[in-house]
């Protein structure tokens, strides 16, 4: 389906502010990127470069006074997430080589110390897909999806301990989850058709059967729809803006997304 985006930012910045941004989508397997703007004001220096994760970063300088970020893109993305009931688990030794970071604890996502849980949660589960989507139904069952929650920025254990979180949070008890089981799992952000309320979004992906595979504990059924701006290990790596030095907060963020009925606009 073929999918319109934006988001919109607007700070008020004190003293001139490094920011790292994270707002681009890039084309890839599941999704092409066919029209893009994204627009700065003031206009100042950027420098672009791709993360570790193969994300689109931006650098810049805000400088004080007013400062606001306007981005859109027309895109094509698939209409449905794979379901792949019985797709194998892949031994540790045949994880390719970029795979290999996506088993380790974070600091959002500390899998060592979900070993014995995990395989509570899986019991018979045929290992690889199956186990996957035991614990994403398992989290859905158990801890409270909450947009409005206060508890924010947790990580699994804190997650696992209060029950309830925001879509972040449910990622990351999934991601440790898996992690613990020697299954590669990764955080994913981007936008999400249908979402209520409308915000960005996050998820988890798992690698099995020699691809990775899109899991949401915070959907009741699996749903396409998605554009993708970023991976990482956990939510400290695809923050959609990082700024150092004195606090700055947006005073105003909208998100959207809508479909597209005849592609481009």
């Known amino acids: 389906m ?28 599941r999704q092409w990127v066919a029209r893009e703007s994204y627009m700065l004001t003031p206009s100042v220096p950027v420098i672009e470069y791709t993360d570790s994760y ?18 859109s893109a027309d895109i094509l993305t698939v209409d449905a997430v794979d379901v792949c009931p019985g797709a194998p ?7 390719p080589n970029e795979v290999l970071t996506y ?12 070993l014995e849980m995990g395989r509570g949660i899986v ?25 409005d929650s206060l508890h924010f920025q947790l990580s699994a254990v804190e997650v696992n301990q209060q029950r309830e979180g925001v879509c972040r949070e449910l990622a990351h008890l999934g991601i440790a989850l898996c992690r613990g089981l020697c299954i590669p799992a990764r955080m994913v952000v981007g936008y999400l058709h249908g979402l209520e309320p409308m915000d960005f979004h996050a998820w988890f992906e798992a690698y099995v059967g020699g691809r990775w595979h899109s899991f949401d504990p915070t959907q009741t059924q699996p749903k396409g729809g998605r554009v993708t701006v970023a991976y990482g290990r956990d939510a400290a790596d695809v923050a959609i803006f990082t700024q150092f030095g004195p606090a700055v907060y947006p005073q105003h963020m909208s998100v959207r997304i809508n479909r597209l009925e005849h592609g481009p606009t």
Request: with cysteine.
């Open 2 to 29: 073929w999918l319109g985006t934006g988001c919109e930012l607007d700070f008020e910045v004190g003293v001139p502010t490094p920011f790292i941004l994270m707002l681009r989508p890039r084309s890839g397997s």
């Open 123 to 147: 019991e018979d589960a045929r290992p690889g897909y199956d186990q996957v989507s035991r614990i994403e139904s398992w989290i859905r069952e158990n801890v409270r999806f909450n947009p």
């Open 54 to 71: 193969g994300n689109l970063c931006q650098r810049l300088i805000a400088p004080p006074g007013a400062f606001s970020i306007r981005t």
């Open 103 to 114: 088993l380790l604890p974070t600091r959002y996502c500390e899998s060592d110390r979900f």
């Open 89 to 95: 688990f892949v031994e540790v030794q045949d994880l």
